[in-house]
């Protein structure tokens, strides 16, 4: 059982290696595998892990704001699978949760008639994931329009704008479609949130979602409803955007796995 595994943003695959260990030695029959994201991450005050892996570097996998290294990433994710695959499933926390449930989106919305075998993977388990971003080829232009602070959207949007400090983003100005939806674009392409009731459940193949329910619905909830119902479970932990621990709950999330693995 062949696991691709993806780590949050603003972390590495030693760190993700140390935090899912717990549930790793319980699945001792799965070959899991790390890929690393190659974009630098600026440490001052991110991750808790920054002094003991201070050496290993910081990681993203793509730059939030630059709609076209979203794409480029999703692509190189999909030709990675395609190169060294097959995988039988996909493990992602945070950015690198985000990351594996756009590459299976991309994959359906560009392969509308592919079979269940031909997917990049069988299944997935996502880990406190934060809503999939879309990438839309604009065919209207728009004019700015900032959102008000109590939009519902306003607090993603704000967030999404927190640039990387390393990076030099494109330049992207917030509006919204005519038919709502919030974007940030250049009048080319327009980056916004997945969406499951403009986009319906856009995930197909089994998936495990392990989430806080206390915390924002952008961490999870949002990603759940973009999935088939009767494919995804979901197990609850209460450390917020924090990743799960404790020895009964690391147990826990390995029998989630074993029994999402073997049902796909």
């Not at 730059?63 to 990433?73: A, F, R, S």
């Not at 700015?144 to 983003?169: F, G, Q, V």
């Not at 020895?247 to 693995?261: C, H, N, Q, V």
Request: aromatic share 10%; net charge negative; charged share 25%.
């Amino acid at each position: 059982m062949r696991i691709l595994c993806l780590h949050g943003r603003g972390s590495n695959n030693d760190i993700f290696k140390m935090q899912t260990a717990g549930f790793r030695s319980q699945l001792d029959d799965f070959e899991f595998e790390f890929v690393q994201g190659t974009i630098g991450h600026a440490k001052e005050g991110w991750a808790i892990h920054t002094d003991t892996f201070a050496n290993s570097g910081l990681w993203e996998y793509y730059d939030l704001l630059d709609p076209y290294n979203v794409i480029e990433t999703e692509q190189e994710l999909l030709q990675l699978i395609e190169d060294d695959g097959p995988y039988d499933g996909v493990l992602g926390y945070s950015q690198g949760a985000s990351l594996a449930a756009q590459a299976i989106i991309r994959f359906a919305v560009e392969n509308p008639t592919a079979t269940a075998d031909q997917f990049p993977f069988r299944f997935a388990v996502f880990i406190n994931c934060p809503t999939p971003i879309r990438i839309l080829e604009m065919d209207e232009k728009v004019e700015p329009d900032i959102p008000k602070p109590e939009e519902a959207d306003a607090n993603l949007y704000r967030m999404l704008a927190r640039a990387n400090p390393l990076l030099d983003s494109n330049s992207l100005f917030p509006a919204r479609l005519g038919n709502g939806r919030r974007i940030l674009t250049d009048n080319t392409v327009g980056l916004t949130k997945a969406d499951a009731a403009l986009d319906g459940q856009l995930i197909k193949i089994p998936t495990l979602h392990i989430r806080c329910p206390e915390d924002k619905e952008q961490f999870g909830l949002e990603a759940y409803e973009l999935c088939e119902k009767s494919e995804a479970r979901q197990f609850f932990h209460h450390h917020d955007h924090d990743f799960p621990r404790g020895y009964e709950e690391m147990r826990a999330i390995a029998k989630e796995i074993r029994s999402l693995a073997e049902a796909a």
